[in-house]
Structure formats: structure tokens, C-alpha cells
């Protein structure tokens, strides 16, 4: 039964309120929405908070978790040894602090029921759960929510996120996507003795997931085989080499690799189990995990008329993250000028952090423009992690710096194989230079456990992308470099801050 719930509007604002006096209307606090749960809402909500203790912030989602952060649920959630882990969700760092992958426990914000409650005092954040927003608003201020009933904003926040790409036509249990906790959940439940998993895409999701099953495979007879039309993995991000390099390395994690193949069908077989057609072989597995890209979720903007992207299928901002008059946009969902390197979409965790901090702030007074480099990382098992800043494609021409790994460069110590090295490769027009007056260490293959090097990506000759592969701590460095705007010219001059070579 859809809650009518009128819209408050409060006095001090709206174009004509200085008119009115507050005698007639009740006292409001300006409210602050934000259309979803995700990190850009979270982050968001803790910029007005920490500007107006008092502000009356309310986070709308639809999932049935308070906010929580997602890179766990690919990489640490599935290396803790903890047999109740989907239970906690708590993980341990990379500096090995136990963390929650709820940001803060549903206790600690003013749990809403339904739009009622919108429009009080708290000095809490407020969150309305498994609430959708089905309609924004824009000329009454107002968003509609999925029971009928409509909140009033002050300004709106939209931090939307995505949904992740499906086959389309797929109707089979056993074929599922992966974003929240609740498919982290299902997933680790598919993933037990016997069962054989098929993780089709290789990309970040694809490869990180592949490479935790393949974790949990070393205690259980599961088999687990990544599927996608690429060459290797995150092709679409590494050169041709390390590709190639990182996909032997997965294999050498457990992982059956099969690249340059696409999914013709996706069927339903007997007892249960999913048939995959690759063309020229057909596969059947227990459970498929799809992780083909990410559709961000532009509809409400669409449907109010805001402008979207096309292109890049994102919400269209200015520098202040400002989508129109008091709603603005963060996230995985957001269109933004980059100062330095033009129109992006950004779909990383870090992005959101502070994209979502950044419009808080604009949202609770300030005009600042968006000037913030993000980085993104990512983890492949124990011998490969890496960083990066800016524009990193594979379609960009690239220029790699490389040098002897150690130990000491990888997020964990792990047994190193001989797979092929990068530097070992065939070159090609992106292959690994040696860049003096720091060039790289000449060793033996049979010395060299893994690759530890840098990966400039050029466009019209300027350094537009920075990778750090195995090189940690050098975030800032390399956003300095992508900020300064330097030709390709000056690569070998920037190496020296790398420290390449220290063991
Ligand atoms: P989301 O996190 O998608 O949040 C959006 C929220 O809005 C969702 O809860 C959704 O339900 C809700 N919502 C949407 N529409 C509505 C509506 N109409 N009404 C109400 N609620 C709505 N990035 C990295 O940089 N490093 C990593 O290691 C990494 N690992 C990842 C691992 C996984 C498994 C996944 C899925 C992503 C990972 N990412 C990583 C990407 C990162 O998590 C995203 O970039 C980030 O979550 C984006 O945050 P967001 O707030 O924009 O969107
Ligand atoms: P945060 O609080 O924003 O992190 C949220 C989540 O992201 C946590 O799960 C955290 O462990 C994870 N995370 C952040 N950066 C990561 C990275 N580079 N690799 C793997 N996981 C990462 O940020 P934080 O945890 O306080 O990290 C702050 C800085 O520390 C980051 O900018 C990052 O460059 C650096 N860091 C380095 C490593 C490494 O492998 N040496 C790992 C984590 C973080
Ligand atoms: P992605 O864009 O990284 O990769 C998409 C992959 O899908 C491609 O590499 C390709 O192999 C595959 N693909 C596309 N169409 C296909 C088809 N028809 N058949 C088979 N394969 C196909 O997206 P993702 O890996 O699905 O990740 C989902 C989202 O989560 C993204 O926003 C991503 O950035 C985010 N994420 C980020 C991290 C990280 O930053 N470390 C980790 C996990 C997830």
C-alpha cells in the first residue's frame, strides 16, 4: 500500500522562501539526499557531517546493508581463514589490520522505516534501506520512492553506482553476476567440494575472482576456469607482454585460462549444471559467475532530463560535480572534466571516495572544482599487485620501465615460477625499454621470481597513465607526474623517485 507522504518544504530554501514566513510551514532541517548506499554516498555523507554536525543528511539505497566498501569482496574476504567469514566480513589489510567491510554498523546512523522521519532532527546520518528511488524530481525538489511516497531535497546527491552487465536471455540459478555482499555470499556457498566454476570476463572483476577461487581450490577440490575473448588477462588495461605474463601467472595459480573465446550460448544442462558454448568446445560447469563490465545506472538522471553522457554513459557535471542546480553526482556514475586529461568516467573505489567527499562539501556550501588524481589498485594473488593513476588503456602507446623484483615488491612473499618474464618478451611497439641513466638491472631469467616496474601510458605525447606494478607507496609520485602534464620525453628523468632498483 503506496505511503503518500507530502513533501516538507522547508523555508529558508527555496527561490521563493525568503517570501514566506515559517509560521505556517514546520521547521526543517535542509535535507541532504543521497540516492544510494554505495562508497560516493557514504563519502559524501561524512563531508556534510563533518562541515554541520546538525545537517540533516539522509542516505536512500536499496540494498538491505548499511554502506559498505566492495573491494574486499573479490580479494581479502576470500584469503581470510576464518570459516565465518560471510558471517563478519572482516579482512585483513594489506598492512594486516583486521577491517570491516561495512563501513560503520546500521546502529550507528537514525534507521529510517520509510520517508516519514526524513524531515526530523538527528544528529546521525540517516539511512532508509531497501528503498529504491524511482523518480527524481527536479522541478518540486522531490524524489519518489518505489512505495509511492516522496522525500523533499535540499540538494540531491546522485551516487547510483551500476549494475553489472548480463547475458541477455540468461535465465539459469546457477548464472549470477557479482557486486554485493549478498553474491559474495552465494558465490563462497557454489564454491564448495567438487564443484567446478567457470568466471567468465577478464577484466578487474573476472581475473580478482578467478584468482580467489583458485585460492580456495588449494584446500578443495574445486575447479575453476576464466573465460574471455582477450588475449590474457586485463588486456584491455596492460600491454600485450604483461598480459601475457600475468595470464601465465594466473595459470600457474590454478586458474584454466581460456582466452580468445567467446560465449556463443549459455545453456541450462542436466542436474543442475550450466552449459557453456565456446564455439569450438562446449563446457559444463556447476556455476558461472559473469563479469562482463559494469552498465552505470543513469536512468534517473535520464529520465529528469539531465544530460548524459553517451560515450562514456555517465551523468554530465561541471567542475562541481553539479549536474544541475543543487544535484550533483559521484561515483562509478559521474561524467567529470579531469583538468589535465579531459572527459572521464572513473569505476574504482578510490574515484568514489572522492568524488563522493567532494561533492559533499560542494553540497554543503562550497564551489570548489573536482582537481583529484584517483589511483585504483589491484591484487592477483600473492605475487602481483599493482597501482595505478590516470589513463591506463591498452589502446594508448606505452613505454615500461622494468627491473628485477624481490621479495620485498610483492603484497605477499610467495613462490616465485619462471614463467616468461616481461622483459623476455618479443618487442613489440609497447615492449619494455631500458631507460638510463637507471636502467634496469640485467639478471637472469632464472634469477628473476616476478616482474617490478612502471608503465607510462602516452597520448599525443604527453604521460596521460601511470602503472605501478609491484611498486608500492609511490601513489603520489605518480600523481605529481600525470598532473604535471610531461612529455614522454622526460620518462627517464622522472625514474630516479621510482627506486626501482632498491632491494
Ligand atoms: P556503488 O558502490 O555501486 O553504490 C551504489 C549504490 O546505489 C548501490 O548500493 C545500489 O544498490 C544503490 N542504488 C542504485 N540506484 C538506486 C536507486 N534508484 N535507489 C536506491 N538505491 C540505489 N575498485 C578499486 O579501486 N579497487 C578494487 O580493488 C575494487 N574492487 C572491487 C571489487 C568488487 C567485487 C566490485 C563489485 C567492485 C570493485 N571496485 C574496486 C570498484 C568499486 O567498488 C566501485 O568503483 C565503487 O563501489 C563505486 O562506488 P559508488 O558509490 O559509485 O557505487
Ligand atoms: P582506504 O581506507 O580507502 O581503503 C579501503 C579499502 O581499500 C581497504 O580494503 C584497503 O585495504 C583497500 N586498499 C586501499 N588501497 C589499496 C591498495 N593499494 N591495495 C590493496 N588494497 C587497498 O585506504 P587505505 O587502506 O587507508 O589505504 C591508503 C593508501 O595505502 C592507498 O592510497 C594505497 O596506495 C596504500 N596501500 C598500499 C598497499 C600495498 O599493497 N602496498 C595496499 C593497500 C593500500
Ligand atoms: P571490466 O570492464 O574490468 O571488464 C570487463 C571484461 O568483460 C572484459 O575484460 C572482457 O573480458 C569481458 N567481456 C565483455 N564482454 C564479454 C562477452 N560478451 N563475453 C565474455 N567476456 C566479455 O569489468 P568487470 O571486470 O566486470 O568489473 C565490474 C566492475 O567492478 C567494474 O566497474 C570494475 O572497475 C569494478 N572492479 C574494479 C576492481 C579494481 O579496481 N581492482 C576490482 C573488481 C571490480
Known amino acids: 500500500e503506496p505511503v503518500k507522504n507530502s513533501a516538507v518544504i522547508p523555508t529558508e530554501s527555496t527561490s521563493d522562501s525568503n517570501k ?92 529510517l522505516q520509510d520517508a516519514a522521519g526524513s524531515d526530523t532532527p538527528s544528529e546521525k546520518v540517516k539511512l532508509l534501506l531497501n528503498k529504491r528511488v524511482v523518480k527524481l524530481n527536479i522541478d518540486t525538489h522531490t524524489v519518489t520512492l518505489d512505495d509511492g511516497s516522496e522525500i523533499y531535497y535540499n540538494k540531491v546527491l546522485l551516487a547510483t553506482g551500476g549494475s553489472p552487465k548480463k547475458f541477455p536471455g540468461v535465465q539459469d540459478a546457477n548464472v549470477t553476476t557479482f557486486r554485493s555482499i549478498e553474491d559474495f555470499k552465494l558465490l563462497d556457498s557454489k564454491a564448495k567440494e567438487g564443484a567446478h566454476i567457470a568466471v567468465v570476463g577478464g577484466g578487474f572483476l573476472g581475473s580478482e575472482l578467478a584468482v580467489a577461487l583458485a585460492h580456495r581450490a588449494e584446500k578443495q577440490n574445486i575447479k575453476v576456469t576464466q573465460v574471455f575473448p582477450e588475449e590474457g588477462n586485463m588486456a584491455n588495461v596492460f600491454p600485450t607482454y604483461l598480459t601475457k605474463w600475468t ?15 567467446s560465449i556463443k550460448s549459455i545453456n541450462s544442462g542436466k542436474d543442475g549444471k550450466v552449459v557453456l558454448d565456446l564455439g569450438d568446445e562446449k563446457l559444463s560447469v556447476d556455476h558461472v559467475v559473469v563479469a562482463i563490465g559494469l552498465e552505470p545506472r543513469v536512468d534517473l538522471a ?14 554530465v557535471v561541471n567542475a562541481e560535480l553539479e549536474a544541475r542546480s543543487d544535484v550533483f553526482a559521484a561515483g562509478d556514475v559521474v561524467s567529470f572534466h579531469d583538468v589535465q586529461l579531459g572527459r572521464r568516467r572513473i569505476e574504482h573505489h578510490d574515484h568514489a571516495v572522492l568524488s563522493g567527499r567532494h561533492a559533499g562539501e560542494n553540497m554543503i556550501g562550497g564551489s570548489k ?10 591484487d592477483l594473488g600473492p605475487e602481483i599487485g599493482y597501482e595505478a593513476v590516470g589513463l591506463v588503456d591498452s589502446q594508448l602507446s606505452t613505454v615500461s620501465v622494468w627491473a628485477k623484483a624481490t621479495s620485498k615488491d610483492t603484497p605477499a612473499v610467495g613462490a616465485g615460477s619462471e614463467a616468461e618474464s616481461p622483459r623476455t618478451a618479443a618487442l613489440g611497439s609497447d615492449a619494455p625499454i631500458s631507460a638510463a641513466p637507471v636502467s634496469p638491472i640485467q639478471v637472469d631469467l632464472k634469477d628473476e621470481k616476478f616482474g617490478k616496474g612502471l608503465v607510462f601510458y602516452v597520448r599525443d605525447q604527453k ?41
Open 20 to 111: 514566506s514566513t515559517s509560521t505556517q510551514k514546520p521547521k526543517v532541517q535542509k535535507p541532504f539526499v543521497l540516492i544510494g548506499g554505495g562508497t560516493a554516498s557514504y563519502a559524501a555523507a561524512k563531508a556534510i557531517k563533518e562541515k554541520d554536525p546538525l545537517a540533516n543528511v539522509i542516505i536512500i539505497a536499496e540494498e538491505a546493508q548499511a554502506p559498505y566498501m566492495r573491494p574486499p569482496l573479490s580479494k581479502e574476504l576470500w584469503f581470510s581463514e576464518d570459516p565465518k567469514v560471510t558471517q563478519t566480513l572482516v579482512f585483513k589489510d594489506w598492512q594486516g589490520h583486521e577491517r570491516e567491510t561495512i563501513y560503520q554498523d546500521a546502529s550507528l546512523y537514525e534507521v
Open 247 to 261: 595470464t601465465s601467472k594466473v595459470r600457474d595459480l590454478g586458474v584454466d585460462v581460456k582466452s580468445n573465446k
Open 302 to 315: 535520464r529520465q529528469a532530463g539531465l544530460e548524459i553522457d553517451e560515450k562514456r554513459a555517465g551523468v
Open 369 to 378: 572544482p573536482f582537481t583529484h588524481q584517483s589511483m585504483f589498485w589491484s
Open 463 to 503: 604521460i596521460v597513465g601511470l602503472l605501478l606494478f609491484n611498486v608500492f607507496g609511490k601513489v603520489q609520485e605518480a600523481r605529481d607526474i600525470i598532473n604535471a602534464g610531461y612529455t614522454s620525453d622526460k620518462i627517464d628523468g622522472l625514474l630516479k623517485q621510482f627506486d626501482l632498483h632498491s632491494e
